[in-house]
């Protein structure tokens, strides 16, 4: 089956750029019709979904993270990637890869990875 995991720094300095690695096991990210999304959990907040890269390649951002957030593939290695641009410690979260067939409803995030706990401070 399916299996995410999410990789990358604990820990970012303000101001600087958060970049995550999602590496899936057990299936293809090119597969049709997936969306492979990532999410974020501040702590005592809500998830919140900040974008997609479909089979397609084709992206997908949250308006209000639009601006700072990038997201690519590599298919050769079959992972994709979050960069999130000028952190803040307001953007401490653990941050999630999953997949689904539909963008920006974590309602139809069937597969997850366990998270990753990313924290913005000098």
């Known amino acids: 089956q399916v299996q995410l995991q999410e990789s990358g720094p604990g820990l970012v300095k303000p101001s600087q750029t958060l970049s995550l690695t999602c590496t899936v096991s057990?299936?293809?990210?090119?597969?049709?019709?997936?969306?492979w999304s990532w999410i974020r959990q501040p702590p005592g907040k809500g998830l919140e979904w900040m974008g997609a890269?479909?089979?397609?390649?084709?992206?997908y951002y949250s308006p209000s993270l639009k601006s700072r957030t990038s997201i690519s593939r590599d298919t050769s290695k079959n992972q994709f990637t979050l960069q999130l641009s000028s952190v803040t410690p307001e953007d401490t979260a653990v941050y999630y890869c999953?997949?689904?067939?539909?963008?920006?409803?974590?309602?139809?995030?069937?597969?997850w990875g366990q998270g990753t706990l990313v924290t913005v401070s000098s």
């Open positions: 057990g299936g293809s990210i090119t597969t049709n019709y997936y969306y």
């Open positions: 999953a997949r689904g067939l539909v963008a920006a409803d974590l309602r139809y995030l069937e597969v």
């Open positions: 890269i479909a089979y397609s390649g084709s992206t």
